[in-house]
């Protein structure tokens, strides 16, 4: 089991940046495929980026590839998401989810047995 704990979320303006970050607990960070989903108000979670065991392949949701970048560090058991050039739709709650399914990743909601509190994103324009 693994526990997730996000921060870094905020109030930026459009065209800005922002880092988020998810320490997971547990020795076995390595093992899970790492993802991170988002809530607008009265909008179902969606994805928006995977990251594989390693690092080595990462997926994205058209509207943030390009813009967004997942990395991930299992020194320090911890994933990041780093968002340039935000805009007001990328305003949600973030949340940092972990399964220990296979590649390619789950890219539902239901795919992850777990996930973190979440962290508020607004952009405002």
């Known amino acids: 089991q693994v526990q997730l704990v996000e921060s870094g979320g905020g109030l930026v303006q459009a065209g800005g940046s922002l880092r988020l970050s998810c320490a997971a607990s547990g020795r076995t960070f390595s093992s899970y495929v790492m993802a991170w989903f988002r809530q607008a108000p009265g909008k179902e979670r969606e994805f928006v980026a995977a990251?594989?065991?390693?690092?080595?392949?990462?997926y994205y949701a058209k509207a943030v590839k390009g813009r967004f970048t997942i990395s991930r560090d299992n020194a320090k058991n911890t994933v990041y998401l780093q968002m340039n050039s935000l805009k007001p739709e990328d305003t949600a709650v973030y949340f940092c989810?972990?399964?220990?399914?296979?590649?390619?990743?789950?890219?539902?909601?239901?795919?992850?047995?777990?996930w973190g509190q979440g962290t508020q994103v607004t952009v405002s324009s």
């Open positions: 989810a972990a399964d220990l399914g296979g590649i390619p990743p789950g890219f539902n909601a239901g795919n992850y047995a777990y």
């Open positions: 990251i594989d065991w390693s690092g080595g392949n990462t």
